[in-house]
């Protein structure tokens, strides 16, 4: 039998890398007593982060979804990858959950994609816990971090308990709705230790047990008014008061512990059920003109948000259920390909066990193996239908890198490889560059593309070669110009033929392309006028500056000749060819650079430093914006100053520094760079720095 919609609880830990997600999530299994011994992300043995590269780089990598049961209700828990080159995992497990608790580190406060993904949630009204973790590290702080969260995120958010002490003093916690203290002594699941509240920190604790009330209050009419009269309000109100504001999303509780100690967890387990919503609390999903409940006897409607190509278990789909049930043994159709999938075994993750079952009902969120066509993105559904659901804006894969086999003969390997993790993984880029015919792997960092490598030998066996990142230069035309084209061949039989003139100008904003012909009596029959095109066309291929694409021309085809018996497709088409390369000589030909928007997130005290690096690279810093103990930069810079950015940022800032990019549009190349281009295009080398 489904568990029942209202039982369940879909939530996904979200947060900054390296906040403690994965170490929560082992906790919270930990405490709902799925594993018995709780693994460690420094001793690699922890139920998230169980791939290889995981373990190596210490860092999530992949969404892992984990099911238990907790006081009768089914938590279905997905760690997320905090790294922004995986933010693709982070971005689809947070569309089918109701609930994100994100994990703050308490030495750290708001860091960059903390203030990323909270947006996220926000644009998808998901309730949101905030679990400050890392107590027990040297200079943690927790009031200074529930500051930057307030000033982050707003007033409404609120702590429902304070630490008592800090670092390697940190001692016990106040429960703030009972103005209870608990020790964190023992091993964690004796976290109900009562001891009395220090008399020292009797004042503070008022105070912020003041700021919750207040909040409260504010989400019932009936509890302010009590409440401004100094009546009594009891536990069961303000839990009630509290559950419901977090379901609306009107108010943010935030909670804090230690991950690695297991301490705290208990009192989180409980606020899943106590404060957050079930997938029917939360209402239907409207999808366009209709909108999906979560009534299990309505036709099946479910959504593949991740995709992983397991090597023993083979290609594995997890997905979220919003109306009907999804049965084992039955049959489904992919809404995208239009195609039947059998659905063979449905699996649920417990920890380390996996286990088949017979039915997920709404809301839940469950795994099925061995699809045949289902990727991320998909919708499965009882009937063929067309589902309407918006796209998940991900970051664009400006990262370009040539891979190549390092055996001959892999090709082919390599190419599958890279196949199956394309569909695991949307924000990677396949394609050929049309210059040198080699395989492009474009990614969202440099990190990405080097996790892209590893998994290609250690899933797939081969071994590649990165040649470093091209810079993709484009050309364009700053005038206009005519020109003359005519391919003219006489040998033996039947000669070839083919004569046209053409107009060329640019179009503003440089961008596209626009073909026209004015070609007036039958100059040039209409039948070769696609050949004329096609010829351009091969033409702007490599342009004349130095062999680049160009864009941003509209070729205008005005007069010609033709010959009866002698002319052909082919000779018009290489007229055309010749046509376009001279109007490009004469039209000023110039050399265009991607211009990249990027983000800089680095300690204060680097900021200068930091800004004089990105003027050293071209760059325009654009403005400066301070969260938690962060301050963010902004500039653009040319693409090609940027390729080798990540270490140097790193060497800049003591490795405390992070930075994101994403293209913005195209510029013009100096003058006294462009030479330097052209000439390093004409070596055959691919990347250039200036
Ligand atoms: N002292 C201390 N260390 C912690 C705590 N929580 C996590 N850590 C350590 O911090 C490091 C990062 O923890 P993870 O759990 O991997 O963090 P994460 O948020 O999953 O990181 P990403 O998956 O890379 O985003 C690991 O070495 C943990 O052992 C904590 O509460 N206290
Ligand atoms: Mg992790």
Redesign the pocket.
């Given at each position: 039998m489904p568990k029942p919609a209202d039982q369940l609880r879909n939530v996904a830990l979200v947060?900054h890398?390296?906040?403690?997600?994965?170490?929560?999530h082992e906790a919270l299994l930990f405490e709902a007593g799925v594993v018995n011994r709780m693994g460690?992300?420094?001793d690699a043995s922890t139920v998230s982060?169980a791939d290889e590269d995981e373990q190596a780089r210490?860092?999530?990598i992949s969404a892992t979804l984990s099911s238990f049961e907790w006081e009768g209700r089914r938590i279905n828990l997905i760690?997320t990858?905090?790294?922004p080159s995986f933010v693709a995992d982070a971005l689809g497990s947070l569309r089918v959950c109701e609930s994100a608790v994100f994990?703050v580190n308490a030495v750290m406060g708001v860091e960059v994609s903390t203030v990323r993904l909270w947006e996220r949630a926000q644009e998808l009204d998901l309730a949101r816990l905030i679990f400050v973790?890392?107590l027990?590290?040297e200079r943690a702080d927790f009031f200074r971090t529930l500051e930057s969260l307030q000033s982050a995120f707003g007033n409404h958010v609120v702590a429902t308990e304070i630490p008592i002490g800090s670092e390697h003093e940190l001692r016990g916690l106040i429960d703030l709705i009972d103005m209870k203290a608990f020790s964190c002594e023992g091993d964690g699941r004796a976290n109900a230790t009562e001891i009395p509240i220090p008399d020292e920190l009797a004042a503070q604790a008022q105070e912020y047990r003041e700021k919750l009330m207040d909040e409260v209050a504010e989400n019932s009419d009936v509890l302010m008014e009590r409440y401004l009269e100094g009546e009594e309000i009891s536990h069961q109100e303000i839990v009630e008061a509290l559950k419901d504001g977090t379901n609306h999303g009107n108010l943010f509780p935030v909670t804090c512990g230690?991950?690695?100690?297991n301490f705290g967890i208990g009192r989180l387990l409980d606020a899943f059920v106590e404060d957050l919503p079930s997938p029917v609390k939360h209402g239907g999903l409207a999808l366009g003109e209709m909108t999906l409940e979560p009534d299990p006897d309505a036709e099946l409607f479910a959504y593949v948000f991740k995709t992983r190509a397991d090597p023993y278990a083979g290609r594995i789909n997890l997905f979220r259920v919003y109306q009907g049930v999804m049965r084992h043994d039955s049959h489904v159709v992919n809404t995208r390909v239009g195609a039947k999938e059998r659905i063979g075994q449905l699996l649920v993750f417990e920890g380390k066990e996996t286990h088949q079952t017979d039915a997920f009902g709404p809301g839940d969120i469950g795994a099925v193996a061995k699809l045949k066509e289902t990727k991320a993105g998909d919708w499965l559904a009882a009937s063929a239908q067309s589902v309407d659901m918006p796209a998940i804006r991900l970051p664009a894969p400006v990262m370009a890198f040539a891979v190549n086999p390092k055996a001959k003969g892999d090709e082919d390997k390599v190419f599958t490889a890279l196949r199956r993790l394309q569909e695991e993984d949307p924000t990677i880029d396949l394609h050929r560059d049309p210059q040198t015919g080699d395989q492009i792997v474009a990614g969202l960092t440099q990190v990405h593309v080097e996790v892209i490598v590893e998994r290609i030998k250690q899933r797939f066996g081969a071994e590649v070669e990165l040649k470093p990142p091209r810079v993709p230069y484009q050309e364009t035309i700053r005038g206009s110009a005519k020109a003359h084209g005519r391919h003219k061949k006489q040998s033996g039989g039947r000669g070839q033929f083919g004569d046209c003139h053409i107009e060329i100008e640019p179009i503003a904003g440089g961008e596209g392309f626009e073909f026209v012909s004015r070609i007036k009596g039958g100059a040039i029959p209409g039948s070769f006028i696609p050949a004329v095109e096609k010829g351009v066309v091969d033409a702007m291929a490599h342009g004349v500056v130095a062999g680049y694409p160009v864009k941003g021309v509209r070729v205008t085809v005005f007069d010609g000749q033709y010959h009866t018996v002698d002319s052909s497709e082919i000779a018009f088409k290489l007229a055309g060819s010749m046509a376009m390369k001279q109007a490009l000589e004469r039209a000023g030909s110039v050399l265009l650079e991607p211009i990249m928007s990027v983000t800089v997130s680095v300690p204060e005290d680097s900021v200068g430093d930091v800004i004089g690096d990105l003027n050293s690279r071209r760059g325009r810093p654009l403005g400066m914006e301070g969260s938690g103990a962060m301050t963010e930069v902004k500039a653009e810079a040319p693409m090609a100053e940027m390729l080798s950015y990540a270490p140097d940022l790193r060497s800049i800032t003591g490795g405390q520094g992070e930075f994101s990019m994403e293209f913005a549009r195209y510029e013009e190349v100096p003058a006294h760079l462009a030479s330097k281009v052209v000439e390093q295009a004409r070596d055959g080398q691919e990347a250039v720095r200036s």
């Open positions: 947060g890398r390296g906040a403690g997600k994965t170490s929560l460690s992300v420094s982060d210490q860092m999530s760690d990858p905090g790294e994990v973790n890392m027990d590290r230690v991950a690695t100690r």
